[in-house]
T-cell receptor
């Protein structure tokens, strides 16, 4: 059974710091991995989608990497800003039309 | 605006009542699904559909029914609400690729409280 873990559960950093959020999964047989952002009381906004054949994806200050063999993905946020404060979730698509979500990392960027 | 629309945004039910959460998308996505989000547990799949007339169970289907009569709509029915169904419910949709899903698009959620 696929399990997705995100560590740490919460993170507080000063503005301007570069940071890395981690996502690990137990079964390397995945179709893709998606990173989402969720603001309090809101829905999920897709940030980056990495197909299983890809190693990384970039969007602005965000860079996501995927290492299937080790069951890991990282989301790198450059030059963090207070507006980046949110919960970040990773989701692994294992085929069979089911996607498994991690519990998320709550990020707080201090001004 | 294109996207996934969920209604209502908030709902309070009494134990034993029934209700339907609505989800509609205008992107012609074949795949639609319902998740519930509980503190510290991430999102868990309730039911999903890969096209009109086709539905299947997810991880936590008990107490919920779904149907898919059109491509656009995927309602979630609570037959007899229980306090354990207090949660935030999200609807998500996606295209079906030949080898893998495209990314999901989520609705803004329905916050349900059962008292």
């Amino acid at each position: 059974k696929q399990e997705v873990t995100q560590i740490p559960a919460a993170l507080s950093v000063p503005e301007g710091e570069n940071l890395v959020l981690n996502c690990s999964f137990t079964d390397s047989a995945i179709y893709n991995l998606q990173w989402f952002r969720q603001d309090p009381g809101k829905g999920l906004t897709s940030l980056l989608l990495i197909q299983s054949s890809q190693r990384e994806q970039t969007s602005g200050r965000l860079n996501a990497s995927l290492d299937k063999s080790s069951g890991r993905s990282t989301l790198y946020i450059a030059a963090s800003q207070p507006g980046d404060s949110a919960t970040y979730l990773c989701a692994v698509n294992t085929g069979g039309f089911k996607t498994i979500f991690g519990a998320g990392t709550r990020l707080f960027v201090k001004a | 605006n294109a996207g996934v629309t969920q209604t209502p945004k908030f709902q309070v039910l009494k134990t034993g009542q029934s209700m339907t959460l609505q989800c509609a998308q205008d992107m012609n996505h074949e795949y639609m699904s319902w998740y519930r989000q509980d503190p510290g547990m991430g999102l868990r799949l309730i039911h999903y559909s890969v096209g009109a007339g086709i539905t299947d169970q997810g991880e936590v289907p008990n107490g919920y029914n779904v149907s898919r009569s059109t491509t656009e709509d995927f309602p979630l029915r609570l037959l007899s609400a229980a306090p354990s169904q207090t949660s935030v419910y999200f609807c998500a949709s996606s295209y079906l690729g030949t080898a893998a899903h495209y990314g999901y698009t989520f609705g803004s959620g329905t916050r349900l409280t059962v008292v």
